[in-house]
């Protein structure tokens, strides 16, 4: 007798067998989705995340160059921008492997007493968000909290910013937006300030020689009282610290410095000869700088004034209306002889049948020389409640008695050397005081591509910017320290940075 | 007539029984250990990922309120960090807000002041106070007064912020560390295996 094998015995090892796959599957799948959710958030939520700051900050840098523009490149500035509502704004820009998108807004939202404007940047960057498309984020920290969410906001059908503060993030416009792809965008704002050019007593982007062996460059703040010449010896004075910034800055590797330096002496790479102990700051030899060319600032704002056209003996010019730093009265001068003598009187304004002073600013731009070797030398007379800025084209030569500041304060008069489009000219000014006189000037010269040279000892308050800078004489310079927002900018930087974490 | 024995459906001697049921045993216990094991080290897995990506987090956090601070400041023991912010949106209550509630919401207009230190753009005259602590096993964000937990581990997640103050910039660098759950002996180079580094530069330095 044969007893056949029960087959229940075959289906018990088939039903283990499944049990075990099952098994082992449940727990396969479970670290494959434990590790495709880690993935899913390292690999692409989170590196989105990172990669739309970057697209954003990449669209200020763009703005950033618009910006820049406006000073060094004005005829290219916001070229093929939209400008619209007082806001200058350019097409979504896609770059890099990732799609990334960025877009930029720029506007000039405030302007400065010198008619600087600041440009506010606000842009938005966008990354798309890759891989798998659901909210898979591993905010596992307790029943209420959602940590990845509060921090990373990813719109997966709609843009949520649109959706509830509008396009500009002001509550106007809130709309539906659809998104094609998951995305994650980030918003920043940038405040891009104007820089001024006076910010040291001295910049020479070339060589440097001087002072003369008795003089001095020291310094005071204006808007804590006048000058006071002892203050700088007097360290229990309150104002000592602002008599010790009269700082030389020197964009070349040997700088020879003679005299007094009641503050800091920078050179590129180089050493400083002479007097080193007489130097009362720090000397620093590695602060590299550059002087870009000075180009004319545009015009179109300004209020033309059409006569007179030269200054040719003594010229008095009262302007028809006080203007406004940003929109000065504006002259075109051909010429200014040397025996110019140009003195610019400040705007009245009829108050109750009175006459009444009013603060006046004019600019003017002579197209060649101001004066020349020979003879006494032209004059430029301002007073009080006068801001005169000169733009010259050509060279510059007077004597430093002859520049009259009656308001004391330098950033009332204000000198631009235009720099020359052909390198092979040097531009020069020549500031030339004759048997032994002191007297000075209170003004502040910007000639980045000047030779500029002082012989004599005149009394000087104000600031140069130049190319080589060159004087024997006994010169006694006072920096002021509020002439470090004084001037025309000469170029931007960013200041100030948020980010809308909405 | 002798009847013989049929071999199959002969039934196991003790000794066979004894054997069988040993082996099995020690199979059924080995493979019991294996589950066990294989569970325990997934959930430590599972658990070391998680913190992970909750170092991540904490940093992600620190560093996008560093780079729009005004200023960082770390406490002694480097375990808590305070940074003051723009007040870049006006909200309800704020004099803006009282004197036109249809702003409440929106992105301010700065307003630009020469100081003695130079040009300073400023959001609002107040800012916004921002602390990270730890509090036991969470790591926490108070702004303004308002907590929230960011990170929470029986890892033991412990941040740690140098704030470094040069002359003319200032960073934030931040490491985090904690401690695997299945690490044996809670030795110092386990915690220090785990450490992730960042550093952030403030964008927006301000001092005094």
């Given at each position: 007798m044969r007893i056949s094998q029960r087959t229940s015995e075959c289906g018990n090892v088939l039903l283990c067998v499944l049990c075990t796959i099952l098994v082992v599957s449940i727990i396969g799948g479970n670290v494959l989705l434990n590790c495709m959710t880690r993935y899913n958030v390292v690999s692409s939520q989170v590196r989105s995340w990172k990669e739309s700051l970057d697209a954003a900050e990449t669209g200020g840098d763009i703005a950033y160059a618009e910006v820049r523009k406006t000073i060094l490149d004005p005829t290219h500035a916001f070229s093929s921008w939209t400008y619209s509502g007082g806001a200058y704004t350019n097409s979504p820009v896609t770059y890099g492997t990732d799609n990334l998108t960025t877009s930029s807004r720029a506007d000039p939202f405030y302007y400065d007493g010198n008619g600087n404007a600041w440009y506010r940047i606000r842009t938005k960057g966008t990354a798309p968000v890759l891989?798998?498309?659901?909210?898979?984020?591993?905010?596992?920290?307790?029943?209420?909290?959602?940590g990845d969410s509060l921090l990373r906001k990813i719109d997966f059908n709609y843009d949520h910013f649109v959706a509830t503060y509008g396009p500009n993030g002001?509550?106007?416009?809130?709309t539906l937006l659809p998104v094609s792809t998951p995305q994650v965008s980030r918003r920043i704002e940038l405040i891009a300030a104007p820089i001024t050019p006076f910010e040291a007593a001295i910049k020479a982007g070339g060589t440097f020689y001087g002072l003369g062996s008795a003089a001095y460059i020291d310094s005071f703040r204006s808007s804590t009282g006048p000058y006071d010449a002892?203050?700088?010896?007097?360290?229990?004075?309150?104002r000592y610290a602002d008599s010790h910034a009269g700082t030389v800055q020197i964009d070349a590797s040997v700088a020879t410095i003679m005299g007094y330096i009641y503050g800091n002496v920078y050179t590129n790479g180089g050493t400083v000869t002479k007097n080193t102990t007489s130097i009362s700051g720090i000397i620093d030899n590695n602060v590299p700088f550059s002087l870009s060319p000075f180009i004319m600032p545009s015009t179109s704002l300004w209020n033309f004034v059409s006569s007179p056209t030269a200054v040719t003996g003594s010229t008095n010019i009262t302007p028809p209306a006080p203007g406004t730093a940003e929109s000065p009265n504006y002259y075109l001068m051909t010429s200014f002889a040397t025996n110019g003598n140009l003195t610019v009187n400040p705007a009245t304004t009829v108050v109750n049948g009175v006459p009444q002073v009013q603060e006046t600013y004019v600019a003017i731009h002579v197209?060649?020389?101001?004066?020349?070797?020979?003879?006494s030398g032209p004059m430029i007379t301002i007073p009080a409640h006068v801001h005169l800025d000169v733009y010259f084209d050509g060279n510059f030569q007077t004597k430093a008695e002859n520049i009259i500041n009656t308001s004391g304060y330098a950033g009332n008069l204000q000198f631009y050397g235009i720099s020359p489009t052909d390198p092979s000219v040097q531009q020069t000014v020549n500031l030339n005081s004759g048997g032994g006189s002191t007297a000075g000037f209170s003004a502040v010269f910007y000639t980045p591509s000047a030779n500029f040279t002082i012989n004599g000892g005149p009394d000087i308050t104000g600031a140069i910017v130049c190319k080589n800078f060159y004087t024997n004489g006994n010169v006694h310079w006072h920096y002021d320290r509020t002439l470090d927002s004084e001037g025309n900018a000469v170029d931007y930087r960013v200041i100030s940075y948020v980010e809308d974490i909405r | 007539m002798k009847l013989k024995t049929s071999q199959s459906i002969a039934g196991f001697t003790l000794s066979e029984m004894l054997v069988s049921l040993s082996l099995s045993s020690i199979v059924l216990a080995a493979a019991i250990t294996c589950g066990i094991s294989l569970q325990k080290s997934f959930a430590a897995t599972d658990n070391y990922f998680s913190t992970q990506m909750q170092q991540i987090r904490i940093i992600d956090y620190l560093n996008r309120d560093v780079k729009r601070g005004l200023i960082v400041t770390t406490s002694v023991d480097l375990q808590s960090v305070t940074l003051n912010l723009p007040n870049y949106i006006i909200q309800a209550g704020d004099p803006e807000a009282i004197a036109d509630?249809?702003?409440?919401?929106t992105p301010r207009t700065p307003t630009v002041v020469y100081t003695a230190s130079g040009w300073q753009v400023n959001y609002s005259p107040s800012t916004t106070t921002v602390v990270y602590s730890i509090s036991g096993n969470s790591i926490l964000r108070t702004e303004n007064g308002v907590v929230t937990t960011i990170a929470s581990s029986t890892d033991q997640l412990v941040p740690a912020t140098t704030d470094v103050d040069l002359a003319n910039t200032e960073y934030a660098s931040t490491s985090v560390t904690f401690s695997p759950i299945?690490?044996?002996?809670?030795a110092v180079a386990e915690r220090t295996g785990t450490s992730l580094y960042a550093t952030a530069y403030l964008r927006n330095k301000r001092r005094g």
């Open positions: 891989g798998l498309k659901r909210v898979g984020m591993d905010d596992r920290m307790g029943p209420n909290t959602r002001d509550g106007i416009g809130q002892s203050v700088k010896t007097n360290p229990s004075d309150p197209t060649g020389d101001i004066g020349t070797s020979s003879g | 509630p249809e702003t409440i919401g299945f690490t044996s002996s809670g």
